[in-house]
Nanobody
Framework: VQLQASGGGLVQAGGSLRLSCKAS????????MNWYRRSPGKERELVSS???????KYADSVNGRFTISRDNARRTVTMQMNSLRTEDTAVYYC?????????WGQGTQVTVSS
């Protein structure tokens, strides 16, 4: 199982970024997919999740600004991040579980400057 994340970068506050995570080695269409983030000095935080039925959930801190979606044909989960704030600066990881094991993408850095 591999999760390949991409799309991070440097953006000014108020800007947008789009993260993608491509999965291989799993039956992607039946898996819940998640985005986590970790900022320096903070606990890892669940940012958003999407079920196999495309039901979405968001952390309160990003609700209304971030949108998670999935493309089963491309085996990809995407998170559109708008109205970015300096506090969104973090390394973002996609995550899923499969057969009782946790799988993480390699992480992609998002830096929001003021």
């Amino acid at each position: 199982v591999q999760l390949q994340a991409s799309g991070g970068g440097l953006v000014q506050a108020g800007g947008s970024l789009r993260l993608s995570c491509k999965a291989s080695g799993i039956n992607f269409s039946i898996k819940d997919m998640n985005w986590y983030r970790r900022s320096p000095g903070k606990e890892r935080e669940l940012v958003s999740s999407i079920t196999a039925d495309s039901i979405t959930k968001y952390a309160d801190s990003v609700n209304g600004r971030f949108t998670i979606s999935r493309d089963n044909a491309r085996r990809t989960v995407t998170m559109q991040m708008n109205s970015l704030r300096t506090e969104d600066t973090a390394v973002y990881y996609c995550y899923t579980s499969f057969r009782g094991r946790d799988y993480w993408g390699q992480g992609t850095q998002v830096t929001v400057s003021s």
